[in-house]
């Protein structure tokens, strides 16, 4: 018998089994998995309504309109034990919010001193940064937060022997008191001012680089954008007779009175997470500008570019495209982070979750809340990343 | 032949001179790294000063001043307090970790029984310490007792139960015995699960890959501590009655799930980065999907992303000192505990025990970077563009 090589095997002759089809084999699979899913989602679905039904707990979200019966440390807005467990709730997540947003600031500005220091041709700089990043990869965070927390800040004096810092600012073992700003009538004009010269400031800095793109003159940027952020508001103040005063805290003899109080809680966490991430943020940046070709560096000096303007205009530009999607996935690091706030007792939302779970036992709805807002929080974070990576690809031919 | 007047050229060799003193040795050494600019040498004095100011106090917390010995809080507290110290004095209490160092090890597993860790701990070493030096050979035999053999000998071992060994229940366990079981355990079952998940992220098939994309996305985005709350709070209620998972199994199994998808997204990096002709290749030798995987890809795969592997291990290491929240005593937990210990309890023992936890902590975790510095140059192969 001759096999006719000339003729392909036609789609209307199999040549095998139809299991030898990886299309067909692929879907085969792929129902066996689905069918499992669905069985083990089932299985699972029934025995927690069976074991929620046993334990008496009524499912629903409708415990949150529950009075609350606890008291936080510290909250952003009014809070009594008297108040909704949705509200206990929003408490925790503003409080998350604080933590995680002040922390980033603090976070990227220790991080870019040292990731900088790191690249420093001084040795005694570069070394001390390399032990400080060194150091602080390679320590759980929730070690680092209990370092402040029970080794440092828990060790200081009592309130009546406060320790003075500058600003009229003490700090004791409840914590760091610090002058508060009282707004008088005329003071939401200053606020305006700010908003102001924000948008005014960044107007002006899309018509400067429009105009450097079409004259190649450079407008005094920086000088303008001072003069609008800082400048507009501290005349609104002075023009609107002063309008804010401060409540600044006075050592007694027992103890400080006046000004803003915030807890060990909120000091040893905020110290915590800015320390720690910085010490990933100080190496992101490293690679930033270490990402940078020395060749644009020499060809900038080539062109006659001085040192300073072609740091700021050649390296950085490259660099923070290097560096601005990981530094995001590092602030989302430091929000997920923020929630070992439930180890020292300071209320974010896992930790005022957390007291919700044991008061009332409704775990599937605590959870899933958590899960929803870290992952809005997460995923809007992946979105302005993918974006913002999509505006600063390298266009290339 | 015109002979040429060379009287002026010499004929004998200068004596070398020696070399200006500003360009060598220390001199030099400190005008070119420490005052090459004016603003290096205000720089260079600030972090002299920065160092004067913080290394001296610290030097004389951590050794001079520090009590090293003594059988309870007496030493480690001032007069004042209800110790020995003159007023004022604060320095390291190492009488106190030096009193507790084995329940740090092992935390409260019974003290006649703690050599069954200890034997479980020279095996691992035994066995660990020939895994990672590349020249010694049977890397598969090794491999196999590492990950197979041990593990369970280790089970029994630890456990107990069977062959005349006392039972000892998961809640005794402890200290840095727990944190190593966890790291451990996360890592054998991560790396596989990772890269299973990976492979289906980047799978053809619509339904495998949504699921593994959905695991993987949810469980990146939220804290680790929700899992864990997940895991203790939620696997009972998921699991029908009568049933119940040994809460150390719980956050073991919590562990194990947030560092697969972490693992994952690593591996998925490594997948994408292998040209698309080494599976095109693997194809028209007629390999199959597995085999291309097992033999082709994941080995370059791997290779690339050993940083990133080693990262996330380290990550996992650090994580489980989370499960402390959770109410379980690894390293962290344990050294917590004893701040309250009334035989001890003095200003400076919770910083003592904190210090020496994260020194440890340090340890592991600065260990496995080197080595995966190490390795990275070993397994290097010019391929680097």
């Known amino acids: 018998m001759t096999i006719d090589a000339t003729i392909p095997p036609g789609k209307d002759k199999p040549t095998g089994s139809i299991l030898n089809d990886p299309k067909v084999r692929g879907w085969i699979y792929q129902g066996i998995t689905l069918l499992l899913l669905v069985l083990f989602v089932y299985w699972v679905t029934t025995n927690t309504i069976e074991n929620l039904k046993r334990a008496n707990i009524a499912s629903g979200y409708g415990f949150l309109n529950g009075r609350a019966g606890f008291d936080v440390g510290q909250s952003l807005i009014a809070f009594t034990s008297d108040s909704t467990y949705g509200r206990a709730l929003v408490v925790g997540f503003l409080n998350t919010i604080l933590v995680a947003v002040t922390g980033i600031i603090t976070a990227t500005i220790i991080g870019f001193l040292v990731g900088i220091g790191r690249l420093s041709k001084n040795w005694l700089i570069a070394k001390l940064s390399m032990v400080y990043v060194e150091v602080f990869r390679n320590i759980p965070p929730l070690l680092v937060i209990f370092f402040w927390y029970s080794g440092v800040l828990a060790v200081l004096p009592q309130p009546r022997d406060s320790l003075a810092l500058p600003l009229d600012m003490y700090i004791n073992n409840r914590g760091l008191a610090f002058p508060r700003p009282v707004f008088d009538a005329g003071s939401q004009f200053i606020f305006y001012a700010l908003v102001i010269g924000i948008i005014a400031s960044i107007f002006f800095a899309r018509y400067a680089s429009k105009k450097q793109m079409e004259t190649g003159k450079r407008l005094p940027v920086l000088w303008t954008v001072l003069g609008l952020v800082i400048g507009l508001p501290v005349l609104t103040y002075l023009l609107a007779g002063m309008p804010i005063s401060f409540d600044v805290p006075i050592a007694g003899k027992f103890n400080l009175t006046g000004g803003s109080v915030v807890g060990p809680e909120f000091l040893s966490l905020f110290l915590a997470l800015s320390f720690y991430t910085a010490a990933f943020i100080a190496e992101i940046v490293r690679a930033g500008i270490r990402g940078v070709s020395h060749g644009q560096t020499e060809a900038a000096h080539a062109l006659g570019v001085r040192p300073g303007l072609t740091t700021r205009l050649v390296v950085v530009p490259q660099a923070m495209r290097i560096i601005i999607p990981p530094l995001t996935s590092q602030y989302l690091n430091l929000t997920k982070n923020s929630s070992l706030a439930i180890a020292i007792g300071y209320a974010d939302l896992v930790a005022v979750g957390g007291t919700i779970l044991n008061q009332t036992g409704q775990a599937v709805e605590i959870v899933s809340i958590w899960i929803i807002v870290y992952l809005t929080l997460s995923l809007s974070t992946s979105l302005f990343m993918n974006w913002f990576n999509a505006k600063m690809a390298l266009v290339e031919r | ?385």
């Open chain 2, 1 to 385: 032949m015109n002979t040429h007047q060379t009287n002026f050229v010499r004929t004998s060799m200068l004596a070398q001179s020696a070399p200006p003193v500003l360009e060598k040795g220390y001199v030099a050494w400190f005008r070119k790294n420490l005052f090459a600019t004016p603003k290096d040498t205000v720089l260079t004095i600030i972090a002299i000063l920065l160092l004067a100011w913080f290394l001296p106090p610290m030097i004389k917390w951590l050794f001079i001043d520090a009590s090293w010995t003594g059988g309870g809080r007496g030493v480690c507290a001032t007069v004042a307090q209800g110790g020995s110290q003159p007023e004022g004095w604060s320095g390291a209490c190492w009488a106190f970790v030096g009193a507790k160092f084995d329940q740090f090890l092992f935390g409260r597993y019974p003290i006649d029984e703690r050599w069954r860790p200890a034997l479980v701990g020279i095996l691992f070493v035994a066995l660990l310490v020939p895994m990672l030096i590349p020249k010694i050979p049977h890397k598969g035999l090794n491999a196999i007792l590492l990950f197979a053999v041990l593990p369970i000998l280790s089970f029994f071992l630890l456990l107990g139960g069977v062959l005349g060994l006392p039972y000892v229940e998961t809640p005794l366990w402890g200290g840095l015995m727990v944190t190593l079981i966890l790291s451990f355990v996360g890592i054998a079952v991560s790396l596989p699960f990772g890269i299973i998940l990976a492979l289906g992220r980047r799978s053809k098939m619509p339904v495998i890959r949504m699921i593994c994309t959905i695991f993987i996305e949810i469980v990146r985005g939220i804290p680790l501590i929700t899992v864990l709350f997940m895991a203790s709070v939620m696997l009972p209620l998921f699991l029908p009655q009568g049933m119940t998972v040994d809460k150390f199994l719980r956050a073991l199994i919590g562990v194990s799930f947030f560092a697969s998808a972490y693992m994952a997204e690593v591996v998925r990096g490594g997948l994408q980065a292998i040209p698309k002709g080494q599976a095109e290749g693997a194809d028209s030798l007629g390999l199959g999907y597995w085999q291309k995987m097992r033999l082709i890809i994941l080995p370059q795969a791997l290779k690339l992303v050993i940083p990133g592997i080693v990262n996330t291990f380290i990550g996992l290491f650090k994580d489980t000192s989370l499960v402390s929240i959770i109410g379980m005593f690894d390293l962290l937990g344990i050294v917590r505990q004893n701040f309250s210990d009334a035989n001890w309890a003095s200003p400076v023992t919770p910083l003592s025990g904190l210090v020496f936890a994260g020194f440890t902590f340090w340890l592991f975790c600065f260990g496995m970077s080197r080595y995966s510095g190490f390795m990275e140059r070993k397994l290097d192969k010019g391929h680097k563009r």
